[in-house]
């Protein structure tokens, strides 16, 4: 595909951009986890994410969501159905949080089968989507608590935040994964918050 280059994680998006993404958001578990970092969270400055939010992303489509006509979505429906038919479902440790620069985001674990069903969504967008324009979620899976605002710059004191973190308890909660979601995801002006319009479910295999 062509047009303007995609921007890089935690970015700011061209005006009028949306994205594709593949999305885990079953995350009922992990809202009173979330909770529990929220002090911290505000201490931190951050924009928290509100619950409703809540994700852990699996794959991006890198380009404008308008340039993808209704056939080629159409498709790649169905090839991510093909493709996360292939993967049981999983358990899934989401936690403990961890300061990074852009955010405070839950860490996941382990990343068995959560890397197989990112490797499956990636390629089933450069199988469908012309350009090369699949790209793996940020690291290792993570569901983002927080975003900072870019335009509050770097936090040199995030290490501070981190040991608050390390005092939060339980601080983690094990849920199971039996499909993800392809939306299309929406970018506040300053780049702390993300939301979406649900476009398909995609389950996991038996």
């Known amino acids: 595909m062509t047009g303007t280059q995609a921007p890089s994680s935690g970015q700011r998006w ?9 999305y885990l958001t079953d995350l009922t578990e992990v809202k009173a986890v979330a909770d529990s970092y929220r002090p911290v969270i505000d201490l931190a400055a951050d924009k928290p994410v509100p619950h409703e ?8 489509v890198e380009c404008d ?32 949080a961890l300061a ?26 450069d199988e469908v989507v012309e350009g090369d324009v699949g790209r793996p979620c940020g690291g290792p899976g993570h569901v983002s608590l927080s975003y900072r605002s870019d335009d509050l710059g770097v936090d040199r004191q995030r290490g501070a935040i ?7 308890r339980p601080g983690r909660t094990e ?6 979601d392809l939306v299309r995801v929406a970018q506040s002006e300053d ?3 993300y939301t979406w319009q649900h476009i398909d479910r995609i389950p996991l295999g038996e």
């Not at 061209?14 to 593949?22: N, Q």
């Open 175 to 180: 849920i199971t994964v039996t499909g993800v």
């Open 65 to 96: 969501a308008a340039g993808i006509g209704d056939d080629v979505l159409r498709e790649l429906v169905d090839r991510l159905r093909e493709k996360a038919a292939g993967i049981p479902a999983f358990k899934l440790t989401v936690g403990p």
């Open 162 to 168: 981190q040991n608050k973190l390390r005092d939060v």
């Open 191 to 193: 780049a702390s918050t």
């Open 100 to 125: 990074a620069t852009g955010g405070v985001l839950l860490d996941t674990f382990p990343g068995t089968y959560f890397d197989a069903l990112v490797d499956a969504c990636v390629a089933a967008v």
């Open 53 to 60: 939010w809540l994700h852990a992303t699996v794959a991006s």
């Open 14 to 22: 061209p005006e009028g951009w949306t994205k594709l993404h593949v």
